[in-house]
């Protein structure tokens, strides 16, 4: 159960549902956008409550949800569903300490989608699909770079709503198109790719702080931004970086110029977003509707 306090503005209109038939009394109804969401999507959890509450917590498909506040009386938390999550029927759990220390405890289902993932056939250089010995220590060391980056984030939401698309280009990959590589490598895309010329520019989704700016082998030149409660973007390909490690980025800000480093066919801007160490699919976040962001343009 996650603790909070302070108070919020504007308020969203959703369809709700009682937190349990017997329940009423705790004043809080639950509900979740989209209604019938699909594998690899951001589930976005809504709780509204008339009652002063002392804490506020609840999963979601093996995650602890992170709620923050939306508004009056209304609070939010985004769950990431896998790419591979069994569809069907899941368990939405959300857990209410009112503040006489009653404890309320909902559980609701949400019923998750088959996305049609599509597949796909690209030739690279060799050099990717069997990277040469005196690059694999190389590769090795990135892996726990990127490890690094993503254990820490910050505890609160330095994300603001809506989200900015970071490239203006064409969408040219989907999110969680099986691949496979010169006939034989298969993985999964874990982002969206958008098309672009060498040198325009790569715009951050969201508010946050650059945790990682590098030249990897795979992502070629990556700029990794944390947006706080374990949210993160990802940007990779680029051709040259406009911040640094520290930096404080706003939503609409130049990170960086696409290009065409590391394991691609030509340049392109892949965007990826990460949720409680799960990619989601991007298009989930920039196609959202929650209304206004309560939180101040700073
Ligand atoms: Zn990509």
């Not at 002063?52 to 939010?76: H, K, N, V």
């Not at 980056?149 to 505890?155: H, K």
């Not at 609160?156 to 064409?170: D, H, I, K, Q, T």
Request: hydrophobic share 35%.
């Amino acid at each position: 159960m996650s603790r909070f306090c302070g108070k919020a503005v504007a308020a969203t209109t959703v369809a709700c549902i009682w937190i349990c038939a017997a329940g009423a009394d705790s004043g809080a109804r639950v509900s979740w956008i989209p209604e019938e969401p699909e594998q690899g999507d951001a589930l976005v959890v809504d709780v509204r409550l008339d009652k002063e509450t002392s804490s506020l917590g609840g999963r979601f498909i093996d995650r602890d949800l992170i709620f923050f506040p939306w508004g009056e009386g209304a609070w939010r938390a985004f769950a990431p569903i896998p790419v591979g999550a069994r569809v069907g029927d899941r368990e939405l759990v959300v857990e209410i300490e009112l503040e006489n220390g009653t404890k309320k405890r909902s559980s609701e289902t949400v019923r998750v989608k088959a996305h049609d993932f599509d597949e796909s056939h690209l030739s690279v250089d060799p050099k990717f699909i069997q990277p040469p010995d005196e690059e694999r220590e190389r590769i090795r060391r990135e892996r726990r770079m990127i490890r690094e980056a993503f254990s820490e984030s910050a505890d609160e939401r330095l994300w603001r709503y809506p989200f900015v698309r970071s490239a203006e280009g064409r969408r040219t990959g989907r999110f969680g198109t099986r691949r496979l590589f010169n006939g034989e490598l298969r993985s999964r895309h874990m982002g969206l790719d958008l098309d672009g010329s060498p040198g325009d520019p790569i715009l951050a989704m969201s508010d946050g702080r650059v945790v990682l700016v590098h030249h990897l082998y795979y992502a070629g030149k990556a700029v990794f931004i944390d947006h706080g409660h374990e949210m993160f973007t990802v940007y990779f390909h680029l051709q040259d970086f406009e911040v640094e490690v520290g930096d404080e980025v706003s939503a609409g800000q130049r990170i960086g110029t696409i290009g065409a480093t590391g394991r691609v066919t030509g340049p392109h801007l892949h965007l990826g977003v990460r949720l409680q160490g799960r990619y989601v699919n991007p298009e989930s976040f920039l196609e959202l509707d929650i209304g206004p962001d309560p939180k101040a343009r700073r």
